[in-house]
Each structure stands twice: as C-alpha cells, then as structure tokens.
C-alpha cells in the first residue's frame, strides 16, 4: 500500500459526460502528479501540482483539468468524454515537486466510456 | 520515436532463473532513472531509483544505469511466480515529468 488513495476504483459513463477522480496524497507529500495509462500509449503524464498550484503539464486535453484544494487532495475533471478517454487513471505523490523526489502511485480509477 | 523504449515481451523464464529486463532512452537530459512493478489492474510500485550512472542493488534485484549507451537494465536474481507482473523502465525529464516505457510482461512458472 503506497498511502496514496483514489476514488471511485471503477467508473461507467456515456459519452459526452463529464466525471470526476479524486486522490488523497501520502500524508505530507505536497506534490501530485495525474498519469493516464492506455493499452496503445502506455502510462502517459498529464499534470503535476505542487502545494495546490499548477507545476508541469504533459500530454493533458483541453476537455480534461484538475486541480489541488488546500487539503492537498486532487481532483481530475474530464468533460466532453469520448470513447477514447477510457483508461486507467493513476494519481501519484512525492513529498516535494522536485527533481529526483519518488513518486508513489495509487491504485487507479478504470474508467469506461461507452 | 518514443523516448524510452522497452520490449513489451512477454518473457517467460523458470523459478529460480536470472532475469534481465532492458530499456533505452533517447534523451540525453535524463538523470534519474526508475523500475516500477505493475500487478494486473494495480497502480506501479517503484522498486529502484537510480541517479545517473552505476548500479544499485536492493535484495534480489540490481538496477543498471550505461549513460554511455543510453541504456538501463533490472536484473532479477532468483525469480518467483510472485515476480510474475509487467515491469515498466522511467525516466525523469524536469520537474519530475515521468516518461515510461511500454512495460515488459514477466512470467515466472513454478
């Protein structure tokens, strides 16, 4: 168990909806990262936060943003959903945002769109 | 080309064997190198972190890092059924931008 938690573990929508993922960082981690895993494009990053600002984007839609509350905890938002969003989502936190900090990973949400 | 890039597998070796996992990467940028073991529909699990050249060993595994070649190694000593996962190879680029690999698939039989 990395102390890093998700929620929901499963999610069903249509398209065109809009969820939300939460994650809870390890207690003390300040930075969290959102990673999107695909069976054709591996684990992909898509944004880190830092302290509840906004530190490094990656490979991250317009459809989808996030954002880190004073309590530390993240929610990723995904809107408009396409078949193609279906993926597992993976929340890490490392105790700082800096370079050479270990991320530790969630369990995942799975989402399916259909 | 993908900036890290790794064999998908699978590999299958008996209990017991030595396995060895590879990755390589393209940016020269690269400084911290890490292997992640990933369950079936479970979040990776970091199992080395690596900084620049060298090796480092922790148990039965020994991480590689060939900056030279731009290449990165797990050695597995003794593998277990319970070793049976997908190992993914990362590397970070700056503000601790993780980029992996696709993952080698590991199957260990008794």
């Known amino acids: 168990d990395s102390g890093v938690t998700q929620t929901p573990k499963h999610l069903i929508t249509a398209t065109g909806q809009r969820v939300t993922l939460r994650c809870s960082p390890r207690s003390g981690d300040l930075s969290v990262y959102w990673y999107q895993q695909s069976l054709d494009q591996g684990l992909q990053f898509l944004i880190q936060y830092y302290n509840g600002e906004e530190r490094a984007k990656g490979n991250i839609l317009e459809r989808f943003s996030a954002q880190q509350f004073p309590d530390l905890h993240s929610e990723l938002n995904l809107s408009s959903l396409e078949l193609g969003d279906s993926a597992l989502y993976f929340c890490a936190s490392s105790a700082l945002g800096t370079e050479g900090n270990e991320q530790f990973f969630g369990p995942g949400t799975r989402l399916t769109v259909l | 080309q993908k900036e890290v890039e790794q064999d998908p597998g699978p590999l299958s070796v008996p209990e017991g064997a030595i396995v060895s996992l590879n990755c390589t990467y393209s940016?020269?940028?690269?400084?911290?190198f890490m292997w992640y073991r990933q369950y079936s529909r479970k979040g990776p699990e970091l199992l080395m972190y690596t900084y620049s050249s060298g090796n480092k060993e922790d148990g039965r595994f020994t991480a590689q890092v060939d900056k030279s070649s731009k290449y990165i190694s797990l050695f597995i000593r003794d593998s277990q059924p319970s070793d049976s996962a997908t190992y993914l190879c990362a590397s970070e680029t700056g503000f601790q931008k993780l980029v992996f690999g696709t993952g080698t698939r590991l199957l260990v039989s008794p």
């Open positions: 940016n020269s940028a690269f400084q911290y």
